[in-house]
């Protein structure tokens, strides 16, 4: 019973520094999506897929690059990693597929990452 | 872009005791979901709600989408409940959903 898989969970960078959180998902969903949460507030997407090959951004995309090149794998890239991108991490998945269906969408446990 | 807020921000029951948390959102949508946020930071999908009522043993939702708002009912809540109640709502065929700061929801003995 994976469902949405990220790795690592805990991570501390320096500034500068670059880094992929990767994330899996066994559901065959064909959506899938990147948020992050700062400290007592709610999730905003940072970059989002339709399908393999297909990425487009979201509310908060600067300083993040994604790649889609299989259905079940979502990376996410941070480039020259900076004190304001210390945050938590989700990434999630949706669409009709294995366990799931519809829009109901399926969040990973979440990686908490710190830049000082 | 749509917005959603969420009232109260924070709310503190003794155990057994009833609540109503609710979402207005700013124009119409044809996805909205309610999420449990535990203190491990674990989020839950609760319901995928765009419209009508749904039950789910203690938990239940309505969302009126024509008057834009969605009110999540707890009853005989449970110390377990505690955590942030969330709710998100999205237009399209992507859940490229929009969140709510939250109800922050503490269950006293």
């Known amino acids: 019973n994976a469902g949405v898989t990220q790795t690592p969970k805990f991570r501390i960078l320096k500034i500068g520094q670059s880094m992929t959180l990767q994330c899996a998902q066994d559901m065959n969903h064909n959506y899938m999506y990147w948020y992050r949460q700062d400290p007592g507030m709610g999730l905003k997407l940072i970059y989002y897929s339709v399908g393999a090959g297909i990425t487009d951004k979201g509310e908060v995309p600067n300083g993040y690059n994604v790649s889609r090149s299989t259905t079940e794998d979502f990376p996410l890239r941070l480039e020259l990693a900076a004190p304001s991108q210390t945050s938590v991490y989700f990434c999630a998945s949706s669409g009709q597929g294995l366990r799931s269906s519809g829009n109901t969408i399926y969040f990973g446990e979440g990686s908490w990452l710190t830049v000082v | 872009g749509i917005q959603v807020e969420q009232s109260p921000p924070d709310l503190i029951l003794q155990e057994g005791a009833n609540s109503t948390l609710r979402c207005n959102f700013s124009d119409s949508v044809n996805n909205l979901q309610w999420f449990h946020q535990n203190p491990w930071g674990q989020l839950i999908n609760l319901f995928y709600?765009?419209?009508g009522t749904k039950q789910n043993g203690r938990l239940s939702a309505t969302t009126v989408a024509t008057e834009r708002y969605s009110l999540l009912y707890i009853s005989s809540s449970q110390t377990t409940d505690s955590g942030v109640y969330f709710c998100a709502a999205s237009q399209g065929t992507a859940s490229k959903l929009t969140f709510g700061t939250g109800t922050r929801l503490q269950v006293t003995l």
């Open positions: 709600i765009p419209s």
